[in-house]
């Protein structure tokens, strides 16, 4: 299928040459397509593994709403003004929320308080190497690393930047929204609350404790977890009143401020919690067992804005 058959006739009439951005909303074929077609565009991949084996998703320059109805269920007074919002530059955003495992290969610290003590501890010999590989999926290696402040998440993206090459940084908000949306415009990227446990780890289906991540199914651009398992937090500065003011372009919240944003559901919430609407905040040095993150780049040949 090529992407001009499957994108909105009006949006073709872009630039020559140039993909029309992904203008939602979008069913998951056009999704896709904006980003098969943003990737040649581009002579970039959809999918990119970095040096340390960590998997991002390509995520096309966009427009969307913003934000919850008036009446939407579970909603608070935080999550709107809705509004339009254009995401100008294409960015990577991880597949899979960071694990405990990157988390130590960076920081030399593992701070979770859902992982399993039962690997084997000390070197590796021939008589414990199978039972390790047996036990890696269920171990706290592949969960979601927990019980880290926006604070920790920045420090582990600059290290991770000295040393590997892009420059990692958590999603604005505003990048978040669009991408957990994937061109949806209900409350759940997979539009309804019947079908939450197939994508999200929340308190209906999590039994209490996060899980490895990628186990559920992915969201229309192929990122996992966008719904459950542990919250995130996202660049901005929490406001309460920025979305009636926020600029209508590459919105990066406020320059000052108490909390930082989380967004996303997790473990222990409801499904109105893990709404792709949903707002949360805290202190930058706030920690808890059901918060974590995970980091975008811009492709290098794009420059990361002001």
């Known amino acids: 299928m090529s992407w ?11 630039d020559e040459g140039r993909p029309p951005m992904a203008t939602a909303p979008f069913d998951g074929d056009q999704a896709r397509a904006y980003q098969e ?69 960076v920081q030399g610290a593992n701070p979770s308080f859902f992982r399993d003590q039962r690997r084997p501890q000390g070197d590796v010999t021939w008589d414990t190497t199978i039972i390790v590989e047996v036990v890696r999926s ?78 559920k199914s ?22 309460s009143r920025y979305a009636a003011q926020s600029p209508t372009i590459d919105p990066r919240g406020t320059p000052s401020g108490l909390a930082r944003v989380l967004r996303g559901g997790a473990w222990n919430a409801d499904a109105a919690a893990c709404r792709s609407a949903a707002r949360h905040y805290h202190a930058p040095t706030y920690r808890d067992f059901a918060t974590g993150f995970r980091v975008a780049f811009v492709p290098p040949e794009r420059p990361e804005p002001s």
């Open 4 to 14: 001009r058959a499957a994108l909105p006739v009006a949006a073709a009439s872009a």
């Open 37 to 105: 077609a943003w990737a040649r565009h581009l002579g970039l991949e959809v999918e990119v593994t970095d040096s340390m084996g960590m998997k991002f998703r390509l995520i096309p320059p966009g427009e969307f709403t913003m934000g919850s109805l008036a009446d939407e269920a579970g909603r608070r007074q935080w999550e709107g003004p809705r509004h339009r919002v254009q995401i100008s530059r294409p960015f990577y955003l991880s597949t899979f929320l960071v694990t405990q495992e990157e988390y130590e290969e």
């Open 138 to 215: 269920w171990e706290g290696e592949r969960r979601p690393v927990e019980c880290v402040s926006w604070k920790d998440a920045v420090s582990w993206c600059r290290r991770l930047s000295a040393s590997k090459g892009p420059t990692y940084r958590l999603p604005t908000e505003a990048e978040w929204e669009y991408a957990c949306r994937a061109g949806c415009a209900d409350r759940w990227s997979c539009g309804d609350a019947l079908r939450l446990a197939e994508y999200a780890w929340f308190e209906e289906s999590a039994s209490r404790t996060t899980h490895p991540v990628g186990e």
């Open 218 to 239: 992915p969201n229309a651009w192929g990122l996992y977890d966008m719904h459950g398992n542990v919250r995130e937090w996202c660049l901005d500065w929490f406001d």
